[in-house]
């Protein structure tokens, strides 16, 4: 407790010094100098972890693998032996992950999900959910995934550190879910900022991964590590040499993790609709970091460099917002205030449905495969695409494709979706040449037909 006295005459204060009249005089209960004692348990990791630890999440995939027994087969093969169906096993896993969005987008690493039937999810506090794999990129082990979650619902979402806010030393916590013990937090130091490992026949060559001592054991991948602000720098993935227990980890860096959002979040993959730009994820201004010439967004006077301020008089706070904004707008048109540098512009966007973005670089009509049209190639669904429509005059008609051929690749690119079409043909200019894989089926008799595969070329327009 403080008080203050006034003194009228001169006198002495409570150590002995002299008080000249009018000056106050502060009396301190002992014990109360500094108020209550803070508690020394309460550091700076204590507070980053308590911060993170609603964004991480256990992630337990299950896999359905069926095989033939190889006895079986030649019996099958050279004895005539009726056929057996092939086993199944199931194969359970674990690893983490963390939500990056308030609505239940999570991140985790490729190889966690990579094949799982079933993806069920675990938060902190014991809630259990199922998850649906959205996008992945196999090439930086980046995958989304998305709660299944009441109408609603809102999670907590990690904060994001700057694309290069790294400083070699300083200190990393790694969370996650080490051999499905739960929710495990270990503590290290960054010990480099782009570690390449050089030779082929280590486990990880790849370039430029953070490196940590801080433990990441097995089920640790897909997990965040964060700075002491509790911020994401990277997804954690793997640790070298486990066998031999050196306890050197590895995380993606969180440049790779927004470059892999922004290639995630756009109208393109997920609603099917063409924008032509890509958006910077993470923190700080949202900003146009690589636009397609010709497209609805270079159409619409969208530049490289430009900040998307507002959409539809709504003010943008982060990719995946303004990715809804986009997608939702009546007509699939849009309007947007952008700034660059002091100059403020408002333009207009229509976004084109990617089977329209087809039809005019091709002039057909591409529709994925139902499993009947599949069985009458005698393949499974999303081996190809089939040719539902062919404009007279476009430039497919004038390659002499038709309607009912199997369109399974383009320019070498193996192609089982629209998005995969659309991807590959808004890049390319007037004129350019367009390489097909078509699977032709011909007549031989009345109840005979044989597929051939051939390789034609179109000039996109």
Not at 123 to 147: C, F, T
Not at 301 to 323: F, P, S, W, Y
Request: with cysteine.
């Amino acid at each position: 407790m403080i008080m203050t006295m006034s003194r009228k005459q001169p006198g002495f204060d409570w150590l002995g010094r002299i008080v000249a009249p009018g000056c106050l005089i502060f009396v301190l209960s002992a014990g109360r100098l500094y108020g209550a004692e803070a508690d020394v348990r309460r550091d700076s990791t204590v507070a980053a972890i308590e911060q993170v630890m609603p964004s991480v999440v256990n992630i337990a995939t299950e896999t359905i693998i069926q095989h033939h027994d190889y006895y079986e087969d030649l019996l099958r093969q050279f004895y005539g032996w009726p056929g057996v169906a092939p086993r199944s096993q199931r194969s359970i896993s674990l690893g983490s992950g963390v939500i990056i969005d308030e609505d239940g987008y999570l991140l985790t690493n490729f190889h966690v999900v990579q094949r799982a039937s079933r993806i069920q999810v675990k938060l902190w506090n014991g809630k259990e959910y199922e998850a649906e794999p959205k996008l992945a990129r196999p090439g930086s082990d980046v995958a989304l995934l998305k709660i299944k979650a009441k109408p609603g619902e809102k999670f907590k979402a990690i904060q994001f550190a700057q694309d290069d806010d790294l400083i070699l030393g300083e200190t990393v916590l790694a969370l996650g879910n080490p051999f499905g013990l739960g929710g495990s937090v270990t503590k290290g130091i960054l010990s480099s900022k782009n570690r390449r490992l050089s030779s082929d026949t280590e486990p990880l060559n790849v370039q430029d991964w953070l490196e940590t001592d801080a433990s990441i054991n097995p089920g640790n991948s897909g997990g965040p590590l964060v700075n002491l602000r509790g911020e994401l720098i990277g997804l954690n993935v793997a640790v070298a040499r486990e066998q031999e227990g050196m306890g050197i980890g590895f995380s993606i860096p969180i440049k790779q993790v927004s470059a892999s959002l922004s290639h995630f979040f756009t109208p393109e993959w997920t609603d099917s609709l063409w924008f032509g730009a890509e958006l910077k994820a993470g923190p700080g201004p949202l900003l146009v970091t690589s636009l397609v010439p010709g497209s609805p967004a270079a159409k619409a006077g969208l530049r490289e460099g430009d900040e998307i301020v507002r959409i539809d008089g709504q003010t943008v706070h982060g990719l995946i917002a303004a990715n809804r904004l986009l997608c939702s707008a009546t007509d699939h048109t849009s309007q947007l205030n952008v700034r660059f540098g002091h100059e403020l512009r408002t333009l207009l966007v229509r976004l084109v449905p990617l089977k329209e973005l087809i039809r005019q670089k091709l002039g057909c009509v591409l529709v994925e495969l139902t499993a009947t049209n599949a069985a009458k190639f005698g393949i499974q669904p999303g081996a190809g695409l089939l040719i539902e429509d062919v404009e007279q005059g476009g430039p497919a008609d004038l390659a002499r494709l038709q309607q009912g051929y199997l369109v399974t690749g383009i320019d070498s690119q193996k192609v089982a979706e629209i998005k995969q079409v659309a991807e590959i043909l808004s890049s390319k200019k007037r004129g350019e040449l367009a390489r097909l894989s078509v699977v032709v089926p011909r007549r031989l008799g009345p109840n005979q037909i044989e597929y051939q595969q051939v390789v034609v070329e179109a000039q996109s327009r």
